[in-house]
């Protein structure tokens, strides 16, 4: 068997295909205010994934200043669709839509400011794609209402699933056959931390 490239993160990371100036500007501000972000990359997975399911209704829990929401959005801008995103903190919320506005994607994204798993308990009908970023301890807690509010063959990403506080979700969607998932340690340049973990999973 053939061996991999030498100090293989070194060489990918000559691959991060850097954003436009205002992603640019939330990395730097991220980086100066310690706010997790996903980085490039993780943002850039998360475009292709919904354009390439052609996603028309998109549900992000947790999204700070609206990182990956303007590459969420972006995708809904090309699909026709819409994004709603739920962030706890006010101030966040506030940056966020801003930022939407900013990136000319106000028009195909909604920022409602509260708890994420309140929130979904009282939505109804049904996402085509769920990206999945609050408090780890609460992803368990999330998996009954996003099994619910995805279409069957909806797709469920989950972030930082190598985090302690992911354990009890990394082992119920794994034993659930509702779910088919698979979980990925990856190398995430510009990710907060840039060695984490994604889970994939399909809504059965």
Known sequence: MSRIVDQPENYFSQFIRRGDPLLRALEAEAQAEKIP????????????LAVAMRAQSI???GTATGYSAIYLARACALNAGRLTT??????????????????????????????????????????DLIFMDIDKIDY????????RLLRTGGLLVADNVA???????????FSDTGWQSVPLLAFLPGHSPEKDGLCLALRR
């Not at 993780?42 to 475009?47: A, H, P, S």
């Not at 798993?117 to 939505?123: D, E, G, H, K």
Request: aromatic share 8%; charged share 20%.
């Open 86 to 127: 739920l962030e706890i903190d006010p101030g966040f919320a506030a940056r966020a839509r801003k930022n939407l506005e900013c990136a000319g994607l106000a028009s195909y994204a909604t920022v409602a400011c509260g708890a994420a798993l309140p929130q979904m308990s009282a939505m109804k009908g049904h996402f």
């Open 59 to 61: 549900l992000e829990m």
């Open 163 to 173: 985090f302690p506080d992911a354990d009890e979700f990394n082992r119920a969607i």
């Open 140 to 147: 368990a807690r999330a998996l009954g209402d996003c099994h």
């Open 37 to 48: 972000i996903v980085g490039p990359m993780v943002g850039e997975l998360l475009f292709i």
